[in-house]
């Protein structure tokens, strides 16, 4: 048998590929647009319900709290005491881990096959090796002079991959606030990126990795292990069952359980208030409930249609030969997505498994559409994607002016998609979550300054709601009001402090009865109305005066989880 050797000609025609065109070029490409979209959004509208109550969490840090677990407020106290909480430095991190989740999933897209062979080569799934001269579709460094992007799938499978995480709605929306949804895609790709390393390498190891990384994604919030159940099934229905039998596996296990087991420890000490608070959120009717027909539906809407493509393209791609040494991912979604569906969990829990789902897909598209007639494929769907996450895009990031967003709504016909039940206002929820809290706090600290030193030290502000204890903690310094106290959610684990109830500023009560049932007397001082805000937070503000119990003695019966 001989072999053809190429001449020195032919091998000097050959270019040294740019760093600058290569594959991960390009997906770092993609993945600044996200910190431009930051620059243009990031400190429109105002603070969100949630940030506030989780900067309030980073002011009292703690192995968990009642509704999440402990990594958020540990990182909103890492942000107190070094950038600040400025909506641009509360806004920084999420978009960061917005853009790093677009470079991942262009990575995971290459290391799932979207790259061309080296000579040494033994991936799994490759049947064969490549010579000098080959041409296999799929190596992102190596190009040919007239090589473009287009006519290199390898570059275009990260490409896609990462477009897709970049411009779908919910991660676009995911990584705008400073919230635990923020930072999920990122935890959970990362851990797909190891799986498929491991998968293809058989490098044991990377067990105690993906153990620790495992680990700090528990520790943001627990969603994970339903995925993680997935990934457990996977693993013993497809060649990664191999793991089993290594000890690094069970280390890796073992290194997850010891960083999550703080939390779990607390959680047990409190009687897991989680739990309890789930089944309280149920038996409440608060979320919108979806049967198996319309969730799927909302899922492709959620993802902009268009993108939704590239997660059957992924299952495609999961159970056929080529993607087989990876199976276990595929196996894993469907899993999940079974789990939510049955349990009737929010439309968004399944945003963090999308990324690696694009990057299967992207790579399953590169091989279905090598042939020369199916060329336009690959930038028609990038380009549609685009397309429609750009008509989207108002209704999930606020790059427009309240007017202009309204106006824009109007014309185009688009609404937010909701996740609750709640009364409709001028703005949809997401946005009207934004307005209203600083003028709040305001109109609180007007009247406590009417207040006679001696009454403001014994005058509690009393929040009924996590998102008014939050906005008098976040914005009542600046006005001279003291921290607020409540009932609701990990208010109540965080107590009265030395107020007994003599006199009480009370915040989101709906029923005026109920302050005259319990107040020796009260006064109605002001309101939360602002005409861009949520209608069901225009509620008065009530001053009491004589609580009827001492708040020291009665606060176990004032906690209210839900």
């Given at each position: 048998m001989s072999v053809s050797i190429p001449s020195a000609g032919a091998v000097g025609a050959v270019r040294k590929p740019s760093p600058f065109t290569s594959g991960t070029a390009i997906v770092v490409y993609v993945a600044l647009v996200r910190i431009v979209l930051y620059f243009f959004a990031g400190s429109h509208y105002g603070y969100f319900r949630d940030e506030l109550y989780y900067l309030a969490c980073g002011e009292h840090p703690a192995l968990g709290y009642v509704?999440?677990?402990?990594?958020?407020?540990?990182?909103?106290?890492?942000?107190?005491?070094?950038?600040?909480?400025?909506?641009?430095?509360?806004?920084?991190?999420?978009?960061?881990?917005?853009?790093?989740?677009?470079?991942?999933?262009?990575?995971?897209?290459?290391?799932?096959?979207?790259?061309?062979?080296?000579?040494?080569?033994?991936?799994?799934?490759?049947?064969?090796?490549?010579?000098?001269?080959?041409?296999?579709?799929?190596?992102?460094?190596?190009?040919?002079?007239?090589?473009?992007l287009a006519g290199d799938p390898g570059r275009w499978a990260m490409f896609l991959a990462s477009l897709a995480a970049l411009m779908a709605p919910v991660l676009l929306a995911l990584s705008h606030l400073f919230t635990m949804n923020a930072f999920d895609p990122?935890?959970?790709?990362?851990?797909?990126?190891?799986?498929?390393?491991?998968?293809?390498?058989?490098?044991?190891?990377?067990?105690?990795?993906?153990?620790?990384?495992?680990?700090?994604?528990?520790?943001?919030?627990?969603?994970?292990?339903?995925?993680?159940?997935?990934?457990?099934?996977?693993?013993?229905?497809?060649?990664?069952?191999?793991?089993?039998?290594?000890?690094?596996?069970?280390?890796?296990?073992?290194?997850?359980?010891?960083?999550?087991a703080p939390n779990f420890l607390w959680e047990w000490?409190?009687?897991?208030?989680?739990?309890?608070?789930?089944?309280?959120?149920?038996?409440?009717?608060?979320?919108?409930l979806l049967p198996p027909l319309p969730y799927l539906q909302a899922q492709a809407q959620?993802?902009?249609?268009?993108?939704?493509?590239?997660?059957?393209?992924?299952?495609?791609?999961?159970?056929?030969?080529?993607?087989?040494?990876?199976?276990?991912?595929?196996?894993?979604?469907?899993?999940?997505?079974?789990?939510?569906?049955?349990?009737?969990?929010?439309?968004y829990y399944l945003a963090p498994v999308y990324p690696m789902l694009f990057a299967a897909g992207a790579v399953w598209?590169?091989?279905?559409?090598?042939?020369?007639?199916?060329?336009?494929?690959?930038p028609g769907l990038a380009l549609a994607i685009v397309a429609v996450a750009g008509i989207y895009a108002p209704t999930i990031l606020p790059i427009l002016s309240v007017p202009h967003f309204l106006a824009y709504e109007h014309?185009?016909?688009?609404?937010?998609?909701?996740?609750?039940?709640?009364?409709?206002?001028?703005?949809?929820?997401?946005?009207?979550?934004?307005?209203?809290?600083?003028?709040?706090?305001?109109?609180?600290?007007?009247?406590?300054?009417?207040?006679?030193?001696?009454?403001?030290?014994?005058?509690?502000?009393?929040?009924?709601?996590?998102?008014?204890?939050?906005?008098i903690d976040f914005f009542g310094p600046k006005y001279g009001l003291p921290k607020a106290i409540g009932g609701h959610q990990n208010y109540w684990i965080w107590g009265p402090r030395d107020y007994t109830g003599e006199s009480m500023i009370i915040l989101g009560e709906g029923e005026e009865r109920?302050?005259?049932t319990d107040c020796a007397s009260?006064?109605?001082?002001?309101?939360?109305?602002?005409?861009?805000?949520?209608?069901?937070?225009?509620?008065?503000?009530y001053h009491c005066r004589g609580f009827k119990w001492n708040l020291q003695t009665i606060w176990p019966e004032l906690k209210r989880w839900q």
């Amino acid at each position: 048998m001989s072999v053809s050797i190429p001449s020195a000609g032919a091998v000097g025609a050959v270019r040294k590929p740019s760093p600058f065109t290569s594959g991960t070029a390009i997906v770092v490409y993609v993945a600044l647009v996200r910190i431009v979209l930051y620059f243009f959004a990031g400190s429109h509208y105002g603070y969100f319900r949630d940030e506030l109550y989780y900067l309030a969490c980073g002011e009292h840090p703690a192995l968990g709290y009642v509704d999440q677990p402990p990594l958020i407020g540990w990182i909103a106290w890492f942000l107190q005491h070094t950038i600040g909480t400025s909506l641009w430095a509360l806004r920084l991190l999420p978009a960061l881990a917005g853009a790093s989740t677009v470079v991942l999933a262009g990575l995971l897209a290459r290391e799932l096959g979207g790259r061309r062979s080296t000579p040494s080569s033994k991936l799994a799934g490759d049947p064969g090796r490549s010579t000098p001269s080959s041409k296999l579709a799929g190596d992102p460094g190596r190009s040919t002079p007239s090589s473009k992007l287009a006519g290199d799938p390898g570059r275009w499978a990260m490409f896609l991959a990462s477009l897709a995480a970049l411009m779908a709605p919910v991660l676009l929306a995911l990584s705008h606030l400073f919230t635990m949804n923020a930072f999920d895609p990122l935890l959970w790709t990362g851990i797909a990126y190891l799986l498929v390393r491991i998968a293809r390498d058989g490098s044991q190891t990377l067990w105690l990795v993906v153990g620790a990384l495992t680990g700090i994604t528990i520790l943001n919030k627990y969603a994970v292990l339903f995925w993680l159940a997935g990934v457990v099934i996977g693993i013993c229905l497809t060649g990664l069952r191999s793991s089993l039998r290594h000890r690094w596996f069970w280390l890796g296990c073992a290194l997850t359980t010891a960083i999550a087991a703080p939390n779990f420890l607390w959680e047990w000490r409190h009687h897991f208030p989680f739990l309890e608070l789930m089944h309280n959120v149920r038996a409440s009717g608060r979320d919108i409930l979806l049967p198996p027909l319309p969730y799927l539906q909302a899922q492709a809407q959620m993802l902009g249609f268009v993108a939704a493509l590239l997660v059957l393209f992924a299952l495609l791609f999961f159970f056929s030969r080529q993607g087989r040494p990876y199976r276990a991912l595929g196996w894993a979604y469907l899993i999940f997505l079974a789990e939510m569906m049955a349990l009737r969990g929010k439309l968004y829990y399944l945003a963090p498994v999308y990324p690696m789902l694009f990057a299967a897909g992207a790579v399953w598209m590169e091989s279905a559409t090598k042939l020369k007639r199916w060329i336009w494929a690959k930038p028609g769907l990038a380009l549609a994607i685009v397309a429609v996450a750009g008509i989207y895009a108002p209704t999930i990031l606020p790059i427009l002016s309240v007017p202009h967003f309204l106006a824009y709504e109007h014309a185009m016909g688009i609404e937010q998609q909701k996740f609750e039940h709640m009364q409709p206002g001028v703005l949809p929820q997401l946005y009207a979550d934004m307005f209203g809290w600083e003028e709040m706090a305001q109109r609180v600290a007007a009247y406590y300054h009417t207040l006679s030193p001696e009454e403001q030290r014994k005058t509690a502000i009393f929040a009924n709601n996590y998102g008014e204890g939050g906005a008098i903690d976040f914005f009542g310094p600046k006005y001279g009001l003291p921290k607020a106290i409540g009932g609701h959610q990990n208010y109540w684990i965080w107590g009265p402090r030395d107020y007994t109830g003599e006199s009480m500023i009370i915040l989101g009560e709906g029923e005026e009865r109920n302050i005259k049932t319990d107040c020796a007397s009260y006064s109605i001082v002001g309101d939360n109305k602002d005409p861009l805000s949520r209608r069901d937070e225009w509620l008065p503000i009530y001053h009491c005066r004589g609580f009827k119990w001492n708040l020291q003695t009665i606060w176990p019966e004032l906690k209210r989880w839900q």
